[in-house]
């Protein structure tokens, strides 16, 4: 039997709260994360992309079109760091793999643009900061 931490009187206390709809199980950080990002997005993730997300694992999909840069650009979005400068096409580079189209860094720019501005318009995550182009000089 898996150690819970709690005594037998403390999980029989709970089990009566919950047989008299008295015990409320609060959304972890991680659900919360989740719930924001697909409501940004208008998506449902897969489970292995809430898991690779919220860092519980490190796994992801192998395919196509199996929603791996979707998971990865959320997942560099909501991570912590310095800012990430996206402004120059070498530094783009460095967060994309070399096994696509020579196009490949200014789609992943621009969709990557795309969902920060929809998770930073729905609000409730803290987001890294990503500069995406070098102020104009005036």
Same mark, same amino acid.
């Given at each position: 039997?898996?150690e819970?931490?709690?005594?037998?009187d403390e999980?029989?206390a709970?089990?009566?709260?919950k047989d008299e709809?008295?015990?409320v199980?609060?959304p972890?950080?991680?659900d919360?994360i989740i719930?924001i990002v697909?409501?940004?997005?208008h &998506?449902t993730?897969y489970?292995?992309q809430?898991a690779y &997300?919220?860092?519980?694992?490190?796994?992801v999909?192998?395919?196509?079109?199996s929603? $791996?840069?979707?998971?990865?650009m959320?997942k560099l979005?909501?991570?912590?760091?310095e800012p990430?400068?996206l402004?120059?096409?070498?530094?783009v580079?460095r967060y994309?793999?070399?096994?696509?189209?020579?196009n490949y860094p200014?789609?992943f720019?621009?969709?990557?643009?795309?969902v920060?501005?929809?998770?930073e318009? &729905?609000?409730?995550?803290?987001?890294?900061? &990503?500069i995406?182009?070098?102020? $104009?000089a005036?």
């Amino acid at each position: 039997m898996k150690e819970t931490g709690f005594t037998p009187d403390e999980i029989s206390a709970l089990a009566k709260a919950k047989d008299e709809n008295r015990l409320v199980i609060l959304p972890s950080k991680s659900d919360e994360i989740i719930r924001i990002v697909e409501r940004a997005l208008h &998506i449902t993730l897969y489970d292995w992309q809430k898991a690779y &997300i919220t860092g519980v694992a490190d796994y992801v999909m192998p395919g196509r079109a199996s929603g $791996k840069t979707t998971a990865y650009m959320v997942k560099l979005c909501i991570s912590e760091g310095e800012p990430i400068d996206l402004s120059k096409r070498s530094e783009v580079e460095r967060y994309v793999d070399g096994y696509h189209s020579h196009n490949y860094p200014d789609w992943f720019k621009h969709e990557l643009w795309n969902v920060y501005r929809e998770l930073e318009r &729905i609000g409730g995550l803290r987001l890294r900061t &990503i500069i995406f182009a070098k102020p $104009k000089a005036r």
